[in-house]
């Protein structure tokens, strides 16, 4: 038992030494710089490619901000036409253009010609016979079938 005990201590103390030499040491050394490299380059990439990601955020966020600057400088230049002028003139003036005249219907007359959405009744679409010959027509006309009149 004893010797084992000193194998074993013999085995540790080989090893030790063997950590002492020179070539085991650079190997050491080497492996660490290896590894502290490695993990700089890993956590480089990992910066850029979060990098790249804003930088692809914020370009959309720029054209959509361009985009948007277009729209206010199109509507800019209708408001600024002389047909929204005159849409406007209509709406809020009541005013027309030179020879139109202007009908006024009291709001009775008009609302009684109107149907109101909810209040209308469900419309069943109807087709004529007219209509329906001139589909039977094009159907024949499409699957290339000879009718004779």
Same mark, same amino acid.
């Given at each position: 038992?004893?010797?084992?005990?000193?194998?074993?201590?013999?085995?540790?103390?080989?090893?030790?030494?063997?950590?002492?030499?020179?070539?085991?040491?650079?190997?050491?050394?080497?492996?660490?710089?290896?590894?502290?490299?490695?993990?700089?380059?890993?956590?480089?990439?990992?910066?850029?490619?979060?990098? !790249?990601?804003?930088? %692809?955020?914020?370009?959309?966020? *720029?054209?959509?901000? +361009?985009?948007? /600057?277009?729209? @206010?400088?199109?509507?800019?230049?209708?408001?600024?036409?002389?047909?929204?002028?005159?849409?406007?003139?209509?709406?809020?003036?009541?005013?027309?253009?030179?020879?139109?005249?202007?009908?006024?219907?009291?709001?009775?007359?008009?609302?009684?010609?109107?149907?109101?959405?909810?209040?209308?009744?469900? !419309?069943?679409?109807? %087709?004529?016979?007219?209509?329906? *010959?001139?589909?039977? +027509?094009?159907? /024949?006309?499409? @699957?290339?079938?000879?009718?004779?009149?």
């Amino acid at each position: 038992m004893n010797t084992k005990i000193q194998e074993i201590i013999k085995k540790i103390q080989d090893r030790v030494l063997r950590l002492r030499d020179v070539r085991v040491a650079g190997q050491v050394v080497f492996v660490v710089l290896v590894l502290l490299i490695s993990w700089s380059g890993v956590k480089s990439i990992q910066s850029n490619y979060a990098l !790249q990601k804003q930088i %692809t955020g914020m370009s959309q966020q *720029n054209d959509l901000q +361009a985009l948007q /600057n277009n729209n @206010l400088k199109l509507g800019n230049e209708y408001y600024k036409s002389n047909q929204y002028l005159e849409l406007s003139a209509r709406q809020n003036f009541g005013l027309a253009a030179a020879g139109e005249k202007l009908v006024v219907v009291p709001k009775e007359v008009a609302l009684k010609r109107t149907v109101l959405f909810n209040d209308a009744p469900a !419309q069943v679409a109807v %087709t004529t016979s007219k209509e329906r *010959n001139n589909f039977e +027509a094009w159907v /024949n006309f499409f @699957l290339n079938r000879r009718v004779d009149r």
